[in-house]
């Protein structure tokens, strides 16, 4: 009895693994019909694939920058979420934070700055925009009951026309218009802004922000598990009447933590635009803040799972492009395998929690 009791939590261990391991292959080997059903061929996409997700320094730097962005916006949600909160707004937070950093960063007093702190300022202005976006819908949800799944999505939508008009017009951040072929984009951040590189290879775009992510990483991990904080945040989110009636502050936890989750999702538009766009324009933000989304919802609440989801999609991403460029996969293809895999995650996770609730 003792031996099957030692078992069973190797046992339920490996499950956890295998379950999701098979729904990926499955998943992905449903996308490789599809991708030979649309007349394509399976080898070439799976080459272009491999070599746009790691075939160089420069495909693994930009594949971990990608996941840079999608962890950061995955730490946000856990954040939230352990108060019982839902941001969706990911998408709007990134989009404000790169407005907010191309503005700081284009300002010249700002490129002047000593000791790095010509990458420090606009990191942080992007930062501060995205926590106040977040706390508007905290602000909401505590003054008019708004729910904040709502007012996150819409807001994120207001931001993204924020980000056309701001490149639209030559009074915000629009290059100056020198010909009908000027491009609605703004100009690019000066060298002393952009971020730094973390690995000394001139073919690699890996910049700081990955150290960035991982200290945050650890930092909310030891928020949610170690601190008063983030026991009042479980509190509220457990059971937020009991909560307020043990004298917690409610109202004020809950627009801190949407505030956290736009802070971060801020922060990761500004890490895109000093760390790799370098400029402004329409669209910038690609759908990263969906997919961080998705990171955060299928970690389960897990820092570690948020890193690994991030790091998944992030490669995952840069093979999807390369299979397009490479491979003449269409782009609309590759955003149903993405899909596909996607459920097949989040389907695995819930059918782990059943056969483990089970046993």
Known sequence: MSDLALRLPDRRRLVGLAVPFVAV???????????????KSVPDAIEAFLDGAFGTSFAIGASINRAVALALVGLGFILAFRANLTNVGGEGQIAVGGIAATALGLWSPVADLPLGLAVL????????????????????????????????????????????????????????????????????????????????????????????CLVLALATAVVLQRSTFGLRLRAIGLNEL????????????????????????????????????????????????????????????????????????GFLRSGGISMEIMAGVPAALTLVIQGLIVIAVAGSVILVERLQGGR
Not at 252 to 276: D, N, P, R, T
Not at 285 to 305: M, P, Q
Request: charged share 10%; hydrophobic share 50%; glycine share 18%.
């Open 121 to 212: 300022v606009p990191l942080l202005g992007g930062t501060l925009a995205g926590a106040f976006w977040g706390g508007i819908a905290g602000v909401m949800k505590v003054r008019f009951g708004t729910n904040e799944v709502i007012s996150t999505l819409l807001l994120g939508f207001i931001a993204l026309l924020m980000v056309y008009w701001c490149v639209q017009s030559t009074a915000l951040l629009r290059q100056p218009q020198t010909s009908s072929a000027t491009l609605p984009e703004s100009l690019p951040v000066p060298g002393p802004v952009k971020l730094p590189g973390l690995t000394g290879d001139p073919e690699s775009p890996l910049h700081i922000g990955l150290v960035i």
């Open 25 to 39: 292959v499955g998943s992905m080997l449903v996308g490789l019909l599809l991708i030979a059903a649309s007349g």
């Open 242 to 313: 009991a909560a307020r009636r043990a004298g917690m502050p409610g109202g004020i936890l809950l627009v801190v933590a949407l505030a956290l989750a736009g802070a971060f999702g801020g922060l990761a538009g500004a890490i895109m635009l000093q760390g790799e766009q370098y400029y402004l324009k329409t669209g910038f933000s690609s759908g990263y803040g969906f997919d961080g989304l998705v990171v955060g919802l299928l970690s389960r609440g897990s820092t570690l799972g948020v890193l690994a989801g991030a790091l998944f999609f």
